[in-house]
């Protein structure tokens, strides 16, 4: 529980717009930045979770989170090649970086099923800030049509890892 509400609380004040200069937003190279970054932690992290754990539900999600997460993020390369933008990198996506190897190294120390649910805890409530950060933040602040369509499609689609985090999660209990 302590997991998950610190995980929570710290990702969902980093990602929000207090982030940014009182009301500034983003611009386009920074939200392609933060969200290729989001999407790169949680390919890390399933890769870890991919590793250490035996549970098959949870080798299963994490696989899920491989798998759509490098396919949201090479939309994302492709999408910022075609329109000649580069990402740039900001406080947000460095503290997210920063923040992330913080946990795999946490995550690292456990085994079994302290791991697992460590790692299917935190998976929820990284989904649960990301996706708050998307709707609150990344998409009204995107001002090119195809990213923000990007980030609602990247939105439905981790709105489904939340959902399927949580279910793991309560298997695990």
């Known amino acids: 529980m302590f997991v998950r509400l610190s995980t929570a609380i710290a990702a969902a004040a980093l990602l929000s717009s207090g982030a940014f200069a009182q009301g500034a937003k983003p611009t386009d190279p920074q939200i392609a930045h933060i969200a290729y970054t989001a999407g790169v932690i ?3 992290a399933a890769k870890q979770a991919l590793e250490k754990s035996t ?3 949870v080798k299963a999600f994490a696989a899920d989170m491989v798998r759509d997460h490098e396919a949201v993020n090479e939309k994302a390369l492709a999408l910022v090649k075609k329109l000649k933008v580069t990402p740039e990198d900001n406080d947000t996506s460095r503290t997210l970086s ?3 190897a913080a ?3 946490e995550l690292s120390k456990l085994k079994g099923a302290a791991f697992d649910k460590a790692y299917v805890d935190n998976e929820v409530a990284y989904h649960k ?3 708050n950060a ?3 933040l990344l998409i009204p602040s ?3 049509d195809e990213l923000k369509s990007l980030l609602q499609t990247g939105l439905k689609i981790f709105q489904g890892h939340e959902q399927h ?3 793991v999660a309560a298997e695990l209990k």
């Open 103 to 105: 946990k795999l190294k």
């Open 142 to 144: 995107a001002s090119n």
């Open 42 to 44: 949680d390919v890390t």
């Open 134 to 136: 998307l709707e609150t």
């Open 98 to 100: 920063k923040n992330a």
């Open 129 to 131: 800030a990301v996706d």
């Open 55 to 57: 549970n098959k539900d």
């Open 165 to 167: 985090a949580e279910q």
